[in-house]
């Protein structure tokens, strides 16, 4: 059984972030462990309150479970500010484990920045730099490239821009593309230096929450289980579209 850790903020109604990482996990039979950065009042329609943990109370879960049960991959969420993310870092550049994916949770999906420029700053210094893959949606690449994305050639600019400072693979989720009329959900995969587009249909849903944690926990349990980044990305990407898709179906 691998061994999975997400590093993320919390989702009482369970359809996103900790929550949300560790039922993807027990989907693919991999036993799930948490340490919390945040507590998040938040729910389908939107955060409603948050507090961030003590960077000694963050440390603590690290080092609790680093000495323990050494993880096969880990996934990393929510860390809201510089403190935290500084103290993530740290416990990464001892601990050395292998299979990090970071989802940059830095825009919500009301297109508010949930990150103060300092904190933006440091993710992109000293945290995204020790991932093997990173997962951001378009607002949040346009953060991290630092121009507008309008179209599909706008994201492999920004890809080869992001790659010039960060040297893992680069995933950018086409789902929020600012075409409206757009019909696929196209996303961009870039790696060892190649662009690789990984196609797919838009569904038509309300039900988005939590569909980058979901992603991004299932990247890290294939990549945990030996699968390369394209395979683990494609079976993840699969896995959303089939779950969104069953939950359409009941509804």
């Known amino acids: 059984m691998k061994k999975i850790l997400t590093i993320a903020g919390t989702d009482p109604s369970g359809g996103a972030g900790i929550q949300a990482d560790l039922k993807t996990f027990a989907v693919y039979k991999a036993y799930g462990m ?39 991959a880990v996934k990393i969420g929510m860390v809201s500010n510089s403190e935290i993310i500084e103290v993530v870092a740290t416990s990464l550049q001892k601990e050395k484990p292998e299979n990090i994916v970071l989802d940059p949770v830095m825009v919500s999906t009301s297109q508010h920045r949930l990150l103060d420029n300092d904190a933006e ?28 994305i309008k179209n599909e050639m706008d994201m ?24 409206s009329e757009q019909k ?7 790696y060892d230096g190649s662009m690789c587009w990984l196609t797919g249909e838009k569904i038509s849903t309300s039900n988005t929450h939590g569909t980058g ?39």
Request: with cysteine.
């Open 34 to 72: 948490s340490v919390i950065t945040s507590i998040v009042a938040q729910n389908t329609y939107g955060v409603f309150a948050m507090e961030n943990l003590s960077n000694a109370l963050v440390k603590a879960q690290l080092d609790a479970v680093f000495s323990d049960i050494f993880p096969d």
């Open 121 to 148: 700053k440091k993710l992109m210094e000293i945290l995204i730099p020790l991932a093997d893959v990173i997962t951001p949606n378009i607002p949040e690449a346009e953060i991290l490239c630092n121009f507008p």
């Open 156 to 179: 492999e600019s920004a890809a080869k821009s992001i790659a010039k400072w960060y040297k893992g693979s680069i995933l950018i989720k086409g789902g929020h593309n600012h075409n």
């Open 184 to 190: 696929n959900c196209n996303d961009l995969l870039y």
């Open 213 to 251: 944690c979901t992603l991004s926990s299932a990247i890290a349990v294939r990549l945990a289980e030996g699968e390369t980044v394209l395979k683990a990305v494609k079976y993840a990407k699969e896995y959303v579209r089939s779950t969104k898709a069953r939950i359409e179906s009941r509804n």
